[in-house]
């Protein structure tokens, strides 16, 4: 079963901030957040991933609580082209299988 | 680009048909694994394997079987299709810590 938990939907704005929350309680200290993306009829892509600090790369950020039991996946001037479901993963290095959860329907409204 | 490639796009078969979905990555990458989406019951895994000729069962491996005898191509076996085997499947690879990459899938049609 997944470890995670999403909100099944959210909407945003064209051009505000999306933030999409997870919930991991029960993340074990070498468990990595990851998070991904599907827009319709594509394989999941790869957003960002991270262990205890913040991290930002070109798509997005992905703030971490210091307690390590939730994260917020940021998109910071969201557009219609990401309009997708976004999955939180938590995921042990090394061979681990990745289980995706249910993930979040992201509507970007113009 | 890391590129995983699967056949087939979209494949009819009839039920009792044994099947084989074939995925390739071109980035030396040790894990792949194999998924099937259904609308409402999101992704599942199906098996990984982490190795050549090494495969572990995910979720649901029921009705499903593996092979990887090279690194870089990882099969996915139907050895009877039956209607419920209807789905999209998807087959991602990656390094042993670091993110997977998915391939654009495969519609599979039983009928």
């Known amino acids: 079963d997944a470890k995670t938990t999403q909100p099944t939907s959210m909407d945003c704005a064209e051009g505000r901030a999306a933030n999409l929350p997870c919930n991991h309680s029960t993340i074990s200290g070498n468990e990595y957040v990851y998070w991904y993306r599907q827009i319709h009829s594509q394989g999941p892509q790869y957003i960002i991933h991270?262990?205890?600090n913040n991290e930002t790369n070109e798509m997005a950020s992905l703030i971490i609580t210091e307690d390590r039991k939730s994260s917020t996946l940021i998109l910071p001037h969201a557009t219609l082209r990401d309009t997708a479901v976004y999955y939180c993963?938590?995921?042990?290095?090394?061979?681990?299988?990745?289980?995706f959860g249910k993930g979040t329907r992201l509507h970007i409204l113009p | 680009d890391v590129k995983v490639t699967q056949s087939s796009r979209y494949l009819v078969k009839r039920t009792g048909e044994k099947v084989f979905l074939e995925c390739v990555q071109d980035?030396?990458?040790?894990?792949m694994f194999w998924y099937r989406q259904d609308p409402g019951l999101g992704l599942r895994l199906i098996y990984f394997s982490y190795d050549v000729k090494m495969k572990e069962k995910g979720d649901i491996p029921e009705g499903y079987s593996v092979s990887r005898e090279k690194k870089e191509r990882f099969s996915l076996i139907l050895e009877s299709a039956s209607t419920n085997q209807t789905s999209m499947y998807l087959c991602a690879s990656s390094l042993l810590n670091t993110e997977a990459f998915f391939g654009q899938g495969t519609r599979l049609t039983v009928v």
């Open positions: 980035m030396d990458h040790e894990n």
């Open positions: 991270g262990l205890k």
């Open positions: 993963i938590v995921r042990v290095a090394f061979g681990d299988k990745i289980i």
